[in-house]
């Protein structure tokens, strides 16, 4: 007999097993007893859901200490299509590793994620000074790295979890230089209607600037300001075709069906040769979005019935 079963969805994210991205996913619910697909790096993971080896992908974004995510900020301005439908917070702490028997006056090397080990260098200063970096493309590969024997690194830094997947000794725990650390990761899908508005959402775009002048910035920015919009990020990225060429991430509070926003985002493609709508989506925290009454969608509403009023000819009332 045929089976009425949904086939299972495909999710990619930044493996192996044991990752940072791998717990943000195991925040999804839809995404348990789904096919989980590991890759090497953010750009392929975001290649898997534009060439449709995958449903979504899981990526990193903005972490709390280093701010945006560069190279998942240019992939998202770089392939076409795609749409943020959630974002997910993750508490980073780490430990540092090495093989069975290792022992720490013998490390020399650190394998970690650029990422990571920039969130442990006070630490690294302080107990190990004379290291050097081996970078890694994720934090579990570091681990594995030196297990396998593909990574010259006397010891790497990794997730606290690392030793239930791997043999591992642990050298150093709590080795983070910022105990509330934290990692916002989006799930990521092509094209979508955007979830329904909770009044605790996140619109997220990337906008270029139509040229170098001065003002230009403060111009972008007002498109925001004057509607009552609060960004809770702004970062620039080159657009790398010429010096002086900028292209700007920004989260701003509150979902496009919002007047306010719909107004703004208007306004963007109005003043920009090319605005990236990556998506409206609920913030991870659920904190509601409030703004004053002026910027209440009745309020754009009722404005935008008067002008059609006096276009019309009809009588004030």
């Known amino acids: 007999m045929p089976s009425d079963a949904a086939p299972r969805r495909t999710y990619s994210y930044l493996g192996p097993a044991g990752t940072f991205t791998e717990a943000a996913l ?11 697909r590991a890759v090497h790096n953010v750009g392929e993971a975001l290649a898997d859901v534009a060439e449709g080896r995958s449903d979504a992908a899981m990526i990193a974004i903005e972490n709390s200490i280093d701010g945006g995510v560069s190279t998942a900020q240019d992939a998202l301005a770089r392939i ?4 943020i439908v959630g974002e997910y917070l993750v508490p980073v702490e780490f430990v540092l590793v090495g093989r069975p028997g290792a022992r720490m006056e013998d490390v020399r090397l650190v ?19 004379e290291h050097q970096h081996v970078p890694a493309s994720s934090n579990v590969a570091s681990a594995v790295g030196i297990l396998d024997g593909s990574s010259p690194a006397d010891a790497a830094i990794a997730p606290p979890g690392i030793s239930a997947h791997h043999e591992v000794e642990v050298l150093a725990e709590g080795i983070g230089d910022t105990a509330d650390a934290v990692t916002r990761f989006v799930l990521v899908t ?17 906008v270029e600037l139509p040229e170098d002048r001065a003002g230009t910035l403060l111009e972008m920015l007002e498109q925001f ?10 970062q620039s990225r080159p657009i790398g075709d010429a010096l002086g060429r900028y292209r700007f991430v920004i989260d701003a509070d509150g979902h496009i069906v919002d007047e306010r926003m719909a107004d ?12 990236v709508f990556l998506g409206s989506y609920p913030r991870a925290d659920r904190a509601i979005v409030h703004y004053p009454d002026r910027y209440s969608d009745e309020v754009f509403v009722e404005a935008r019935d008067w002008l059609r009023a006096l276009i019309s000819g009809e009588p004030a009332a």
């Open 26 to 36: 195991a925040q999804v619910p839809e995404a348990r007893g789904q096919i989980w």
């Open 80 to 83: 076409p299509n795609l749409r």
């Open 111 to 129: 394998s970690a994620h650029p990422v990571a080990y920039a969130q442990c260098l006070d630490w690294l200063a302080a107990h190990l000074p």
């Open 190 to 206: 092509g094209p979508t209607p955007p979830p329904s508005p909770t009044g605790a959402d996140k619109t997220s775009v990337i």
């Open 225 to 234: 300001s004057t509607r009552g919009i609060n960004l809770s990020l702004i």
């Open 264 to 275: 703004a985002l208007m306004g963007l493609r109005r003043f920009s040769p090319n605005v």
